[in-house]
């Protein structure tokens, strides 16, 4: 994804971007039975692996952020984990009245990443966004417009013809212009918003190695709820 977008980024024939998911999802969150194949590895091996696997995903995220185009995130189904950060990041989205959307991290016993930390309290405030990182409830398309998430909720079937049409609009208008305005609207937020995104990482490393992320991991996979009050912090 990294590498697409930074495809598109260097276009300068292109001069707006639609991100959708490929099948029903527009991001269904991290493969949870290859997680769980890190506990049997060491604590260095696990952190190790969500380094990198962050690593990738965070590069992404920054791209978005830093790239002096529109990117529009069209939510054509169910988003989890990095997805929320991964939406939350692009300067418009519009959801299909269907989907559905989570944070979900706190179910396997970790923190999120992608961002959410930083952008969601900004779009909806302390209270909300620590309601969804600590609950991890799902949420509707309209719930989630409510809240700033996402710009617009339309019917599945018009979803693809509504974000064509928001695309063409932006570009056809001044690209410069719009490269400027997105960079003095996210400056402010910048410098904080990448030590952010280190400081997840870390985090996530760091709880990778609890009792908690196992607990939840193996919850997950024997589709049961988790049980962490034996877990310790």
Avoid at 23 to 32: K, L, P, Q, S, T
Avoid at 69 to 93: M, Q
Avoid at 142 to 149: E, H, K, Q, S
Wanted: aromatic share 6%; with cysteine; proline share 4%.
């Amino acid at each position: 994804m990294d590498q697409a977008l930074a495809t598109v980024e260097a276009d300068r024939s292109v001069r707006s971007v639609i991100l959708t998911g490929a099948g029903r999802a527009f991001m269904a969150g991290g493969d949870v039975r290859e997680f769980a194949q890190t506990l049997d590895g060491t604590a260095t091996e696990r952190r190790q692996y969500f380094n990198r696997l962050i690593d990738h995903a965070h590069g992404a995220v920054q791209r978005i952020w830093r790239m002096p185009k529109p990117v529009i995130a069209a939510i054509n189904g169910p988003v989890a984990g990095f997805g929320i950060g991964l939406a939350a990041a692009c300067d418009a989205s519009i959801a299909a009245e269907g989907a559905m959307l989570s944070l979900a991290y706190c179910h396997l016993g970790a923190t999120p990443d992608g961002g959410a930390t930083m952008i969601l309290p900004h779009l909806c405030g302390l209270k909300r966004a620590s309601e969804l990182v600590m609950l991890g409830d799902r949420i509707s398309a309209a719930d989630a417009r409510v809240l700033g998430i996402v710009n617009q909720v339309v019917p599945a079937d018009a979803l693809p013809t509504t974000v064509e049409d928001l695309a063409q609009r932006l570009a056809k208008g001044p690209a410069g212009a719009h490269g400027a305005g997105k960079a003095l609207l996210r400056g402010p937020l910048t410098a904080a918003f990448m030590a952010q995104l280190l400081a997840e990482k870390d985090q996530f490393a760091a709880r990778a190695d609890s009792a908690e992320f196992a607990e939840g991991l193996r919850a997950f996979l024997a589709k049961r709820r988790p049980d962490f009050m034996g877990c310790g912090a």
